[in-house]
């Protein structure tokens, strides 16, 4: 506990504070207004959470960006697991999933009518959840970013271990570094500098963005989750660019090795292979996601049941796509808190923990 109160030190925070501001004038006297994207969910959590955008200066702006793993999985995704509860098979998730919306409806109203949709813990139920049900389908809704893919693939190994064949993974994996140069490439995105995310970052290490910064000119610093931290990464990113010295820095270095975790990478290397990823309101990034290797195509549950799991038709007038680029705030889309609650969400954006509507409805409005 004492530790994690040091990173939330009130005094710390002021001083930080201090010198954001100053780097807020010399940017003032270069007329110069900088955009921060925060790229993952957990940070737009404890940035809104701590008020932080409060204390910054005007020139220095924060944007969520698209590292909220629900908030990017399609709805023709949820569309594929409605389908698949419809065959008989049971549909295995984590509670975040339940309420984002497809094309049509969400995995809470199918489960309404009647579909098997169970909430798990630990995705190791799904297996338990499999020899329970031998007769039937477990369909475990694997989705997520680096961070989760590398214990998700261990289901597969144990799967043929314990030899339970009627279990499968329904994946949605992304990559976070291709998403990161897919918004530099994006016109309508304005973003000078990146917090870069932190969980994610202890799998794929602190070297995996020197190319945004090499290719891009554009500062990268890795952040923890802690309000100090999280103002640490302003400072120093205000700072690069106010003396024109973009560079990558690792804050989170009590837990960020430049390499990152070895194990991990090696286990989503043996079980999965890069594709191209469709991203909810985004659209297609290539290389950007990763999906079952041939070799284990019985625990893919869209090759096994030919469920596709790209497209679909999200609500037209949901803005997530521009929130997530951060060309839009939460509050400038017309649903947010009207139409658009977390108790009736229209978008992911509004449904995960994590999302930037979510975070703007509970803390911000
Ligand atoms: S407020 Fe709702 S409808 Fe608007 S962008 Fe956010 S999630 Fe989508």
Known sequence: MKYIEGFRNADAGKQFAREIAIEGVKLATQNRVIRLMEVCGSHTMAISRYGIRDILPDNIELLSGPGCPVCVTDAAY??????????????????????????????????????????????????????DNPDREVVFLAIGFETTMAPLTTLIPRAVREGVDNFSLLTAFKLVPPALFALLSDPAVNVDGFICPAHVSTIIGSDAYRPIVEKHSVPCVICGFEPLDILYGIKNLANQL??????????????????????????????????????????????????IRQGFSKFDASIKFSVSTEGGEPDINCRCGDVLRGTIRPSDCPMFGSECTPANPVGPCMVSSEGSCAAHYKYAR
Not at 100 to 113: C, F, H, K, T, W
Not at 261 to 289: C, H, M, V
Request: aromatic share 4%; glycine share 6%.
């Open 78 to 131: 949820i569309d594929a697991a409605i389908e698949l509860a419809s065959r008989g098979h049971i549909i295995s998730t984590f509670g975040d999933m339940i309420k984002v919306p497809g094309s049509e409806q969400n995995l809470a109203l199918a489960r309404s009518d009647a579909a098997d949709v169970r909430v798990c813990y630990s995705p190791l139920e799904s297996i338990e959840l499999a020899k």
């Open 242 to 291: 106010a003396n024109d010295r973009p560079v990558l820095e690792n804050q989170y270095s009590r837990v960020v090795k430049p390499q990152g975790n070895k194990t991990a990478q090696k286990l989503i290397e043996t079980y999965l292979e890069p594709t191209d990823a469709s991203w909810r309101g985004i659209g297609i990034i290539p290389q950007s996601g990763l999906v």
